[in-house]
């Protein structure tokens, strides 16, 4: 005769009898996981993106909080470092906290904004993987297991994406699972431990609560009321049951959730141009305070390039005012580039000559041309390449010391008459497209008006005749002479046919 404790059940409302012998430690193996064998799903989850917006709190050390208003009353949704030390924490009224802290800065909350930014976020981290999947939550997903061997394994590669988040400012958790499902649970959770299989899933999650999958507040009330409190419950309920209780979804997030059943998740589409906007903790009037924000703009744009194999070759950078319209710089380059540093150093040189109309509250730097980026040939040896890149850096340093239009190179013309035998040209275009070979000598500074001639001239060399021009109503027939003077100056000089006068045009040094 068997005893009570052996013949009693369990039974919940709704469900099928589940025997008591279920309630073993001991799971039941699930069935063979649908992912590939290479299938990997890094999670990052941005706990912090509406302050992350803020110029990254750890430019100023100031008490600072983003308040928002979900109830109809503003109350503290993100805090900074200062502001925690100061007692304030989120969810707390905003009345509260400025009654704890005199000096304490408000800034409101932009949905939008924080939405806009995870999107260039996954822009940024197609340079890691080609999927991409922008969630609710704040979170993004990388498909990163095709991506291992090109960075060196899967810690060195987790490490690396932190360490370039961390560059640009952002705190974000990272979970590594074998669905999507698991590695964001696994990021939202903090867990750091990889789940490449879904057994190591398994025993990862099993002990955890039921609020850790984000599901309904009714749902876990309900599930709480029937004595489930832990995910591993979950598993040995009767997929049925659960689907008539709770409803069809539940099981087939379960599912999801332990690789039973397919989660197949779309692609982030990228857009073709570039724009982020940074606000800064405080107005800044000091120009060298912009460069550390601006430098995290710039490394932003140029991970959205590495992922779209593109590059830039011109920048739009808006200065933003309190109480005056915005201050806009544009930036060219020589040639495509993505390089952060170098462009760095561009938009400095344009900031330390062009005076800002007020303090700075914000910035926006935006592109809206992606260009192929130039095929460039590697030598075998590191000392055997061109000097084609340091000619390119010096070009773009001097348009934006100086302007873009104090800069310019200069191409020979199809003319023998001097004063059209050359042409401006953009620099790094400048084609010489007539050899001078079988002309006379030419000076270095042809003066932009003739000069008379002094008397004490001695010819070098000379006559050549020019008469051309004659189709164009500019025509010219004139004798030119090389002639030196008493300290070795040498001068160009011509003299009109038929004219006795001669006049000087030009000097060689």
Known sequence: MKSPAQTRQHTLPGLDPVPARIAAPADPPLPRPRPGPDTLWLALHFPHLALDLIAREGMAPIPLVVCDTPRGRPEVHATSRAARRAGIRPGMPLGAALGLCADLRVRQRDAAAEHAALETLAAWG???????????????????????????????????????????????????????LGARLLARLGITAP?????????????????????PAATVQRLRGMGVTRLGA?????????????????????????????????????????ESRLWLPAEMADRSMLRLPLHRLLRELAGVLRGRGAAVQSLVLQLLH?????????????????DPDHL???????????????????????????????????????????????????????????????????????????????????PADSRQTLSSAGTGPRPLWLLAHPLPCPPDLRRVHGPERIETGWWDGGGECRDYYVAEDRRGVRWWLFRERGEGTSRLCGIFG
């Open 322 to 338: 309190a109480r005056h319209p915005a201050t806009a710089l544009t930036l060219g380059l020589a040639a495509p580039g993505r």
């Open 126 to 180: 197609l340079q890691y993987t080609d999927h991409v999947v922008v969630e609710d939550g704040h979170v993004l997903l990388l498909e990163v297991g095709r991506s291992l061997r090109l960075f060196g394994g899967l810690e060195h590669l987790r490490q690396r994406i932190l360490d370039d988040l961390a560059a640009l400012g952002h705190h974000a958790r990272a979970g590594l699972a074998v669905t999507p």
């Open 195 to 215: 789940a490449r299989d879904t057994d190591a899933l398994t025993a990862l999650i099993r002990e955890l609560p039921v609020e850790a999958l984000e599901w």
């Open 344 to 426: 760095l150093g561009l938009c400095m040189e344009r900031l330390s000559r062009q005076v800002p109309a007020a303090a700075v509250t914000g910035m926006v730097l935006r592109a809206d041309t992606f260009l192929p980026l130039p095929h460039r040939d590697t030598a075998l040896l590191p000392d055997t390449g061109t000097d084609t890149d340091a000619w390119q850096a010096l070009l773009d340093r001097l348009r934006a010391r100086l302007g873009r239009a104090a800069v310019w190179g200069l191409a020979v013309c199809d003319d023998h008459r001097p004063e059209r035998a050359w042409t401006r040209t953009d």
């Open 234 to 274: 979950l598993w040995r309920l009767p997929r049925d049951g659960l689907a008539r209780r709770l409803g069809a979804w539940l099981p087939v997030h379960l599912d999801r959730l332990t690789g039973r059943r397919p989660d197949p998740r779309p692609r982030f589409a990228p857009p073709s141009r570039f």
